[in-house]
């Protein structure tokens, strides 16, 4: 364990950098209702519905359509991003499916053209036009690009959030070296990173766990390989579902893990939905816990590992 990891902050002890600081609901005011659905928490008062809505790829009508059934269905979180090219197409989701603003979470994530702090400032204030609202819930920097930049960057991000614009902040893309990098320059909270049974990415959830911050695994069914995996069907079939319920199920029985599957199909959303409610037992989580072979699907030349 390097020297950095064990003398790491949790967010909560990392001061916020100048900024205005007036108060926002996740701020000393009222938190986040879900009904009761699963959420994690961390130190720092973030508090996020386990399963969510990815969006990557999804555009126009689809974007739209799949965000407000997703809300309809009971999803709570959705997870945007200026290179996405969607912002507005989540915005007119939750617009049609008449759920309050302020009973969705929203995430969505800098690009990376736009680390220079004035370029970034002015990037989220785009995005909140594009989103239609004064703030988004979750900010994260998508790629850690620019390295030597990356302290102004991040002390761009917290002011943002000091700003209001921003209630939480958090990477994505990181490895564990980095994040012993920065972790203490911004009040961060959350990882986002590529995670399913086939990169089970045991490392990263334990640095999050240790770091008192959400780990939120991207491509959770692995681009629909669950599907034809012999251990994942062999486990649906005995349970009556589908092998990626299965295997989001799996994922939400790990400590401090939230997911936000992409799907453009009504059908599978529903199935996505159904893990909040699959309990697997202790044999079927080893089962599947076997299934690791650092099997890497989002692989950009840009990517840091």
């Known amino acids: 364990m390097s020297d950095a990891r064990m003398t790491r902050q949790k967010a909560s002890d990392v001061p916020v950098p100048e900024g205005d600081r007036s108060d926002h609901p996740l701020r000393g005011g009222e938190p986040f209702r879900f009904g009761d659905q699963p959420v994690v928490e961390t130190p720092g008062g973030l508090r996020v519905p386990k399963l969510g809505l990815g969006t990557y790829e999804l555009e126009g009508d689809q974007c739209r359509e799949m965000v407000a059934e997703a809300l309809e269905l009971g999803v709570r979180h959705i997870d945007t991003a200026q290179g996405y090219g969607n912002e507005s197409g989540v915005a007119a989701g939750i617009a049609a499916s008449g759920v309050p603003r302020d009973e969705v979470f929203v995430t969505t994530k800098v690009d990376n053209d736009n680390h220079d702090p004035g370029e970034l400032t002015q990037?989220?204030?785009?995005?909140?036009?594009?989103?239609?609202?004064?703030?988004?819930?979750?900010?994260?920097?998508?790629?850690p690009v620019h390295w030597e930049t990356i302290n102004a960057t991040l002390n761009t991000l917290a002011q943002v959030q000091g700003s209001g614009m921003a209630h939480h902040i958090g990477v994505s893309n990181f490895t564990i070296e980095q994040l012993d990098q920065v972790a203490h320059l911004a009040p961060l909270e959350v990882l986002q990173v590529e995670c399913h049974p086939f990169l089970q990415q045991r490392e990263l959830r334990s640095w999050c766990v240790d770091a008192g911050w959400v780990f939120t695994a991207y491509s959770p069914?692995?681009?629909?390989?669950?599907?034809?995996?012999e251990t994942l069907v062999e486990i649906a079939a005995a349970r009556s579902t589908s092998p990626a319920t299965v295997a989001l199920a799996?994922?939400?029985?790990?400590?401090?893990?939230?997911?936000?599957?992409?799907?453009?199909?009504?059908?599978?959303?529903?199935?996505?939905?159904?893990?909040?409610?699959?309990?697997?037992?202790?044999?079927?989580?080893?089962?599947?816990?076997?299934?690791?072979?650092?099997?890497?699907?989002i692989d950009p030349d840009h990517a840091p590992w």
């Open 123 to 143: 990037s989220v204030e785009a995005s909140l036009e594009r989103l239609d609202t004064d703030h988004v819930d979750l900010l994260l920097i998508h790629w």
């Open 221 to 229: 069914v692995a681009r629909g390989a669950v599907m034809d995996d």
């Open 250 to 297: 799996w994922l939400l029985a790990q400590d401090g893990v939230i997911a936000i599957p992409r799907t453009g199909d009504p059908e599978h959303l529903r199935a996505n939905w159904e893990a909040l409610s699959l309990e697997l037992s202790s044999d079927e989580l080893a089962r599947i816990d076997q299934l690791d072979e650092g099997r890497r699907l």
